[in-house]
T-cell receptor, first 115, second 106 residues
Framework: GAGVSQSPRYKVAKRGQDVALRCDPISGHVSLFWYQQALGQGPEFLTYFQNEAQLDKSGLPSDRFFAERPEGSVSTLKIQRTQQEDSAVYLCASSLRRDRAYEQYFGPGTRLTVT | GNSVTQMEGPVTLSEEAFLTINCTYTATGYPSLFWYVQYPGEGLQLLLKATKADDKGSNKGFEATYRKETTSFHLEKGSVQVSDSAVYFC?????FGAGTRLTVKP
C-alpha cells in the first residue's frame, strides 16, 4: 500500500504567519511521530501519538507548536507566529505497533522556510 | 541532552573498503536501537534494528550488534559499494544521532 505522505512538500511563510502541516500515515498504523530536522542534523523528536491520544509532547520547542490527530489517522502539526528559527524539514513517521520503539516509516517531509 | 552520539562525517571510502560508523547511546532503561539510512533525494528508511542486548541486526550486508557493556551499536559492512553512498543515522527509540555522510568512490 501507500507509504506515509506529507503535504505540502514545501512551504514558505513570512515571519509571524501561522502554518499547518499535514501527515497521512500508513493505513492501520497505530503510532505517529513528528520530528524537526535542521540542515545537516538528525531528526529531533517533537511529539508522539498513539491513535488519537498525544502521549508525549516533550519535544515541542514552544507553545507556538501544536499537533493533533483527532480521529487517530491523519495528523496536523500547526506552528503559530512562525519565526526564522522554525525553518527546517518537518518529518512525520508512523509505526504499526503501540510500542514507541518499534520501527518507523517516514514520510518525505515538509520543508518550511520562514522569511 | 542527546541520547545518541555517532561518528562525525563525512566519511569517504573506496569501493570494496571496510566500513565502520561508530554509535554510542545513553544507557537508561532498555532501549531498542536502529540504523536508518537516507539515500540522496529519498526519505529516511530503516536499515536494521536490534531490540535487546547481544542482538545483531543485519540487512544488505550491513551489521550492527547491541553491546550493552559498551553502550554501543556500531554499523559495519565488509565491502562497500558506490550505491551505499548515503547519510546514516543511529537511533535509540525516538532519539536520533546527527547522521554520518558516507561517500563511496569507484
Amino acid at each position: 500500500g501507500a507509504g506515509v505522505s506529507q503535504s505540502p512538500r514545501y512551504k514558505v511563510a513570512k515571519r509571524g504567519q501561522d502554518v499547518a502541516l499535514r501527515c497521512d500515515p500508513i493505513s492501520g498504523h497505530v503510532s505517529l511521530f513528528w520530528y524537526q530536522q535542521a540542515l545537516g542534523q538528525g531528526p529531533e523528536f517533537l511529539t508522539y501519538f498513539q491513535n488519537e491520544a498525544q502521549l508525549d509532547k516533550s519535544g515541542l520547542p514552544s507553545d507556538r507548536f501544536f499537533a493533533e490527530r483527532p480521529e487517530g489517522s491523519v495528523s496536523t502539526l500547526k506552528i503559530q507566529r512562525t519565526q526564522q528559527e522554525d525553518s527546517a524539514v518537518y518529518l512525520c513517521a508512523s509505526s504499526l505497533r503501540r510500542d514507541r520503539a518499534y520501527e518507523q516509516y517516514f514520510g518525505p517531509g515538509t520543508r518550511l522556510t520562514v522569511t | 541532552g542527546n541520547s545518541v552520539t555517532q561518528m562525525e562525517g563525512p566519511v569517504t571510502l573506496s569501493e570494496e573498503a571496510f566500513l565502520t560508523i561508530n554509535c554510542t547511546y545513553t544507557a537508561t532503561g532498555y532501549p531498542s536501537l536502529f540504523w536508518y539510512v537516507q539515500y540522496p533525494g529519498e526519505g529516511l528508511q530503516l536499515l536494521l534494528k536490534a531490540t535487546k542486548a547481544d542482538d545483531k541486526g543485519s540487512n544488505k550486508g550491513f551489521e550492527a550488534t547491541y553491546r550493552k557493556e559498551t553502550t554501543s551499536f556500531h554499523l559495519e559492512k565488509g565491502s562497500v559499494q558506490v550505491s551505499d553512498s548515503a547519510v546514516y543515522f543511529c537511533a535509540r527509540d525516538m532519539r536520533f544521532g546527527a547522521g554520518t555522510r558516507l561517500t563511496v568512490k569507484p
